[in-house]
């Protein structure tokens, strides 16, 4: 019954509406103030010295705050936007429309991922922002450049991981009966997502056969959040790279398409 | 012309851990003309909610076929005719009314310059035309009801489909849903609705369609359906207690047979409306 091509228009449409349902729910707000307060914590901070340069003490404080913050609201605000909508049954109002259920599951996420796209942007330049005003510790205008570019940069890739993380909590809340469900599960994904590679090396090298077995899917089939981890490059680490930066994104926008096609067919499948 | 084709229409959910699957409807067969107004009865789990989410396309059913105006339900084309109101519907608490409809209106189909005059229009006719830029999340039960009927009315169907309208209305609410349905009548769209209010489905339907356990038990036109009483009701709006025994005497020797007198149904209705009536009048 909803076979056929998507429209764009409509997706675009449920994007829009998505994204201002968001930014009411007043979630993406209270974290942008939290935000703010984490700067000025780390700018505070800064003059204890943690054995660390000023600017990388806040840049890792900004990066890990975004890290944080942002996965709270990929998973919360995917969770509550999509299940939000079958719990209050517009959703039935709308796919009585002509609309299709990919359209509908693909512009929800449009809407989540702008959302954390103004979240990440902000973020980024309230780092930038941050960094202006401690000074220039940069050598030339070309490296300054660099280190903010590299921000910039830094700021894209947690955006792409968010955007992975939200079409992960989406799939989840396609079959999910509960929000609370989602979210848990969610986080749960969140945390594997870090560790199965460490369980991948520790059980390929010490663990019995099964568990490496195990492990090797998991490895597969999760994510490896860590990847996206290009923060500590952008203050004192090797520098990022084009292709770095190209396979990163690749990487994520794989995932992204798995995941979304995975939420549509189960989505597709789920009695309303 | 057929609005409605139902042939042999079941539809099983999946079965419970243990045991087989309890069917929720089972080989329904109905014809709904266009431009008719129908009232879906029937006792709570007899398939009221499944058979109008089958016609909107929200559920497929498992055997059998049904057509909207010719086409299959369900696809994108049949659902461009159909406005649907699904039981006691929410809506996001942080958009106004007018957000809520236009956003339908564009999902309906309705171009973009034209979306503002469709929201605006539809949310007049449903009397909300005064509350549409406050916040649903402060619209009463009765006026969400009819910001739901808004956003159905919003792309101008020639169908509405309405899962219980006026469940936990006002009679206000009520008399007012009466009016607007006949209004649709008049336009010439056909609308099905369920309801376990049987009165106002006999003031307001053409056709009756009754189910239980999924089975369609009893179908046609009300006054047909009336008429199998083979009664009469005689009313009379103010009646001096002495006269009371002397026309049912009147009545009795003149053949009249199983004669019953009983304060008249719906007085409490008819007194509350007209009250609020004449409050409304000598009001501000």
């Known amino acids: ?272 | 012309m057929t609005a409605i084709a139902l042939e042999g229409v079941g539809k099983d959910f999946a079965p419970p851990a243990r045991g087989p699957a309890a069917p929720a409807l089972a080989d329904v067969t109905l014809r709904i003309p266009a431009g008719a107004v129908t009232g879906l009865v029937g006792p709570n789990g007899s398939g009221k909610s499944t058979l109008l989410k089958i016609l909107v396309g929200l559920g497929a059913p498992t055997r059998g076929a049904c057509r909207i105006f010719g086409l299959p339900a369900g696809s994108v084309e049949a659902r461009r005719a159909v406005g649907y109101l699904p039981e006691a519907p929410e809506f996001c608490p942080q958009l106004t009314g007018f957000e809520v409809v236009w956003y339908h209106a564009r999902l309906g189909g309705v171009p973009a310059a034209a979306a503002r005059d469709a929201a605006q229009a539809a949310l007049a006719r449903v009397g909300l035309a005064g509350a549409m830029h406050r916040r649903a999340g402060t619209y009463s039960l009765g006026m969400r009801q009819r910001l739901g009927l808004a956003q159905a009315l919003a792309p101008e169907p020639r169908l509405l489909v309405l899962d219980e309208p006026v469940s936990g209305v006002d009679p206000v609410g009520a008399e007012q849903f009466r009016r607007l349905v006949l209004g649709f009548k008049a336009e010439g769209r056909t609308v099905v609705f369920s309801s376990h209010h049987l009165r106002q489905v006999e003031q307001v339907c053409d056709r009756v369609v009754m189910l239980d356990r999924g089975r369609v038990i009893l179908q046609g036109r009300v006054g047909e359906l009336a008429g199998r009483a083979h009664g009469v009701t005689l009313r009379v709006e103010a009646l001096p207690a002495a006269l009371l025994a002397e026309l049912r005497e009147w009545l009795r020797a003149r053949g009249a047979a199983g004669c019953e007198t009983e304060p008249a149904g719906g007085e409490l209705e008819r007194v509350f409306l007209r009250t609020l009536a004449g409050t409304t009048a000598g009001g501000p």
């Open chain 1, 1 to 272: 019954m909803n076979a056929g091509i998507i429209s764009p228009a409509r997706v675009a449409l449920i994007a829009g509406q998505t994204f201002r349902e968001a930014v009411r729910q007043r979630l993406l707000g209270l974290l942008l103030a939290m935000l703010a307060a984490s700067a000025g914590v780390a700018l505070v901070l800064r003059d204890f010295h943690f054995g660390t340069t000023e600017q990388k003490f806040v840049l890792d404080a900004g990066f890990g705050a975004e890290a944080l913050f942002g996965s709270i609201l990929a998973i919360a605000a995917t969770a509550q936007l999509f299940l939000g909508e079958i719990e209050r049954r517009t959703v039935l109002m709308v796919l009585a429309k002509p609309v299709r259920r990919a359209e509908f599951v693909v512009g929800k996420l449009g809407g989540v991922l702008l959302l954390l796209l103004v979240f990440c942007a902000a973020l980024t330049a309230l780092l930038i922002a941050l960094v202006w005003a401690q000074g220039r510790p940069w050598a030339s205008a070309g490296a300054g450049a660099a280190l903010f570019g590299g921000i910039a940069l830094c700021g894209f890739v947690q955006w792409l991981e968010l955007s992975v993380l939200a079409a992960a909590t989406l799939l989840i809340a396609s079959f999910a009966r509960s929000s609370l469900f989602a979210v848990m599960t969610a986080f749960a994904v969140l945390v594997a997502g870090h560790l199965h590679p460490l369980a991948r090396d520790f059980y390929a090298a010490t663990g019995p056969g099964w568990a490496a077995a195990g492990a090797r899917l998991l490895s597969w089939v999760l994510p490896d959040f860590r990847l996206f981890d290009v923060a500590d490059r952008v203050a004192g680490g090797p520098p990022l790279s084009a292709g770095v930066i190209a396979g990163i994104a690749g990487y994520g926008i794989a995932y992204l398409g798995g995941l979304s096609a995975l939420a549509v067919w189960c989505f597709h499948r789920r009695e309303l």
